[in-house]
């Protein structure tokens, strides 16, 4: 499943916009309970106003609420801040720490946002147990754990640790695409083979395709046997629902079997604690 996870989605990614590791901490806290466009929409004028850990200590809260007001929760996420910045200037000199164990002392920052930053900005591989990965890693059969902990250390140990961060990544743009909460497109799914929660949603191709969302619709539905391959796969959130493809359309195949292993990497440091998960390989 990891591997065909990978031929789906070869382009997956962080979709916040940042480009240092303080940048991303405020992008991921800004994300609760909001969309990551949203929250890129919003971005650019508050790192142009507050690009250091200091401007967000001495920010004036009215303004720096104002500015955040569209992600929503503006009031207590704005505390986060000014929290963060004062924190990350008083005991870390202003730079951003990069453990685990540090990360989480912070305001606004718990341990998913501490893997988020890790993995993303630091290169530390973390597994991020949002929303969207919990639910399909158990729809997947991985783990039967609901406590987001316990599914991080579940899931560790089925994938390799250098592999983490960007497992989580394709996990969750499967989740925005493909796999829905409440209406999986089962049908076109390329996973369709080997999960067991199959017929979760809707089992016909021509039906399911109209649920996939996202860029990538093409590509998925080519690996469904559903219309030609293009060019290249692109990688942007999903935004809207995909306008329900081309009227003339090849035999439909509910799944892919293209699957083409990654290439070997470097063991690297857990960011998840300091008990290292045994290496393995998910389904």
Not at 115 to 135: E, K, M
Not at 146 to 167: R, S
Request: contains cysteine.
């Amino acid at each position: 499943m990891v591997r065909t996870l990978a031929e789906a989605y070869p382009g997956a990614h962080c979709e916040l916009d940042f480009r240092t590791p303080l940048e991303l901490a405020v992008a991921t806290i800004l994300s609760a309970q909001c969309t990551d466009k949203r929250v890129n929409e919003v971005t650019p004028a508050l790192f142009a106003r507050y690009p250091t850990a200091a401007a967000y200590a001495g920010a004036d809260r009215t303004e720096l609420e104002e500015m955040i007001r569209p992600t929503g929760f503006f009031r207590n996420k704005a505390s986060s801040l000014l929290g963060l910045g004062a924190a990350v200037e008083e005991k870390f000199g202003g730079v951003l720490p990069n453990t685990l164990e540090q990360l989480v002392t912070l305001p606004g920052i718990g341990r998913k946002t501490a893997n988020v930053i890790l993995g993303n900005a630091f290169d530390v591989p973390g597994i991020t147990v949002d929303t969207h990965f919990g639910r399909l890693v158990r729809r997947f059969g991985w783990t039967e754990e609901e406590d987001p902990v316990k599914v991080e250390h579940a899931v560790g140990a089925l994938v390799p640790k250098a592999e983490w961060t960007i497992v989580s990544h394709r996990v969750i743009f499967h989740g925005r695409r493909i796999c829905h909460s409440r209406n999986p497109a089962c049908g076109v799914c390329p996973l369709a083979a080997e999960c067991p929660s199959f017929g979760a949603g809707p089992t016909e191709p021509e039906k399911a395709a109209k649920l996939v969302k996202g860029p990538e619709t093409a590509h998925l539905l080519a690996m469904a046997g559903l219309g030609p391959e293009p060019d290249a796969a692109p990688d942007a959130e999903p935004d809207a629902e995909p306008d329900a493809g081309p009227d003339s359309r090849p035999v439909a195949v509910s799944t892919a079997k293209a699957f083409a292993p990654p290439p070997p990497v470097a063991d690297a440091v857990p960011a998840g604690g300091s008990a290292a998960a045994p290496p393995g390989a998910a389904r």
